[in-house]
């Protein structure tokens, strides 16, 4: 298992931006891929962004492309989640998953975009 934090989430007007992190610790963090999901109240969870082990090959939900960017330091054994132009349906609690959610899950950060 992975023992996953996020963090950066916040209150944002629409427009603006905030950058998600999530730092990973367990298993070699470069071995399996990393994801973003995100739940609005009332709707189920729902995929956002997912990188390769690498770094090489990102997939993106079409809601996002554009606007979203995701991204991994190896080093670090980090994954971040770059907003751009948030828009307030973006408003929901955002999680990072290890290996499509079969290693774990962060315990998730709240993303609330003003209108």
């Known amino acids: 298992q992975v023992h996953l934090v996020e963090s950066g989430g916040g209150l944002v007007p629409a427009g603006g931006s905030l950058r998600l992190s999530c730092a990973a610790s367990?298993?070699?963090?470069?071995?399996?891929?990393m994801g973003w999901f995100r739940q609005a109240p009332g709707k189920e969870r729902e995929f956002v962004a997912s990188i390769s082990r690498s770094g090489g090959n990102t997939y993106y939900a079409d809601f996002v492309k554009g606007r979203f960017t995701i991204s991994r330091d190896n080093a670090k054994k980090t994954v971040y989640l770059q907003m751009n132009s948030l828009k307030p349906e973006d408003t929901a609690v955002y999680y990072c998953?290890?290996?499509?959610?079969?290693?774990?899950w962060g315990q998730g950060t709240q993303v609330t975009v003003s209108s």
């Open positions: 998953a290890a290996d499509g959610g079969s290693l774990g």
């Open positions: 367990g298993r070699t963090f470069s071995s399996y891929t």
